[in-house]
């Protein structure tokens, strides 16, 4: 049962912290990285030649492709090395295309690996790793006061201005404005599946 709580709790921090970062600006995929999870499930299924380790990142209209790229990439592979690695590379870019398209995201590229992606992942990454979520779950719960609590401050902060100064009360209409919009967003996002959780199991393991 405190397992069950511990497990609630983080699900809605992780909502407020995808609300966060909405708010900051366009959230970092790891999905696309050549350290991703995807691109090292598509490693994994060509040297064990199992295409189901790549199946669950794509929707299920999606996966007759992924296993037609996959058939055509172990053929190519038996050629020779640059064969192999310009076949590898070719099937990364389709998967994780597809993935990402399941998701509703555009395809940029394959990143490299080693890219800050900022603390939210890496320590989201390690709490499933080590199966210890509080520290994850004080780290979202620090950036949600920081976000809201600073926002919180700067409209009480203008709150009390002269009727009569009219440049005043549009700083804190900005700030109310602002204020409002974030606590709105955050309480949307423990509402709602983050990124692609609902279109299936595609992003059963990610949230680019």
Request: charge should be positive; charged fraction near 20%.
């Amino acid at each position: 049962m405190k397992f069950n709580r511990i497990t609630t709790k983080i699900s809605v921090l992780a909502g407020v912290s995808a609300a966060l970062l909405l708010a900051a600006g366009p959230a970092s995929a790891h999905c696309d990285g050549v350290d991703g999870p995807v691109i090292k499930a598509a490693q994994q299924a060509l040297d064990t030649g199992n295409v189901n380790r790549v199946l669950i990142w794509v929707q299920p209209s999606d996966q007759a492709q992924i296993k037609d790229a996959f058939r055509k990439t172990l053929d190519v592979r038996q050629l020779n090395s640059s064969a192999k690695n310009l076949a590898d590379y070719a099937f990364f870019e389709t998967l994780v295309r597809v993935h990402r398209a399941g998701e509703g995201a555009p395809y940029t590229g394959i990143k490299p690996a080693g890219r800050d992606l900022g603390p939210a992942v890496v320590a989201g990454d390690k709490a499933l790793e080590t199966g210890a979520v509080k520290p994850l779950a004080e780290m979202l719960t620090q950036a949600l006061h920081k976000s809201v609590g600073g926002q919180f401050k700067d409209v009480i902060a203008k709150k009390d201005f002269k009727v009569d100064d009219v440049a005043a009360g549009q700083e804190y209409v900005k700030a109310y404005v602002g204020y409002i919009h974030s606590v709105e967003r955050i309480y949307k996002a423990t509402e709602k599946p983050s990124h692609g959780t609902a279109q299936g199991p595609a992003a059963a393991a990610h949230q680019d």
